[in-house]
T-cell receptor
Framework: EAGVAQSPRYKIIEKRQSVAFWCNPI?????LYWYQQILGQGPKLLIQ????????DSQLPKDRFSAERLKGVDSTLKIQPAKLEDSAVYLC????????????FGEGSWLTVV | EDKVVQSPLSLVVHEGDTVTLNCSYE??????LLWYKQEKKAPTFLFML????IEKKSGRLSSILDKKELFSILNITATQTGDSAVYLC??????????FGGGTRLMVKP
């Protein structure tokens, strides 16, 4: 079974530039998550989708971050404009349903803002 | 607000040692507690715990949950250098919202 796919794996940008990350969840998984993991900390949920609807985006800095999952399959996370403190790994995860206990993670997109 | 606290923050042991990683939590509506191992890439799933007192075991790793005292432990026996990683304790509540602990960084020296 193919896992959660993310791209790009690595990105270096200057502050105030924009960046977009893409995620393709495991086939058939209705629930998709984006997490931000800053070095030395546990992942922090940014946004959770159930199909193409947003379940929780309370911790998403909406002035600069946006995410969409228009067709309920793959998703993009955008940061515009980026700040130095956005340097982190952005992890995408998916689960079969919102009630599923097991969540599968992609390998992450490493962002460095200089 | 749900909360997960892991201890110790970091740990250095020698190959062959046994380690115990701790996770305490606060939750309104418990669904499950998950343990993940994170090396240089994505967290990989280790265990899911839903019931108190039932030990989950996989090779040299085992884990148990105490829902009365609100904690879980992850044991690793006969540690190997390949066990070096960050171990994440994750709380899953009834709304399927995950709360991550800060992780325990384990380093196993030869």
């Amino acid at each position: 079974e193919a896992g959660v796919a993310q791209s790009p794996r690595y990105k270096i940008i200057e502050k105030r530039q924009s960046v977009a990350f893409w995620c393709n969840p495991i086939s058939g998984h209705a629930t998709l998550y984006w997490y931000q993991q800053i070095l030395g900390q546990g992942p922090k949920l940014l946004i959770q989708f159930q199909n193409n609807g947003v379940v929780d985006d309370s911790q998403l800095p909406k002035d600069r971050f946006s995410a969409e999952r228009l067709k309920g399959v793959d998703s993009t996370l955008k940061i515009q404009p980026a700040k130095l403190e956005d340097s982190a790994v952005y992890l995408c995860a998916s689960s079969l349903q919102i009630t599923s206990n097991t969540i599968y993670f992609g390998e992450g997109s490493w962002l460095t803002v200089v | 607000e749900d909360k997960v606290v892991q201890s110790p923050l970091s740990l250095v042991v020698h190959e062959g040692d046994t380690v115990t990683l701790n996770c305490s939590y606060e939750v309104t509506n418990f669904r499950s507690l998950l343990w993940y191992k994170q090396e240089k890439k994505a967290p990989t799933f280790l265990f899911m715990l839903t019931s108190s007192g039932i030990e989950k075991k996989s090779g040299r790793l085992s884990s148990i949950l105490d829902k009365k005292e609100l904690f879980s432990i992850l044991n690793i026996t006969a540690t190997q250098t390949g066990d070096s990683a960050v171990y994440l304790c994750v709380l899953n509540n009834a709304g399927n919202m995950l709360t991550f602990g800060g992780g325990t960084r384990l380093m196993v020296k030869p």
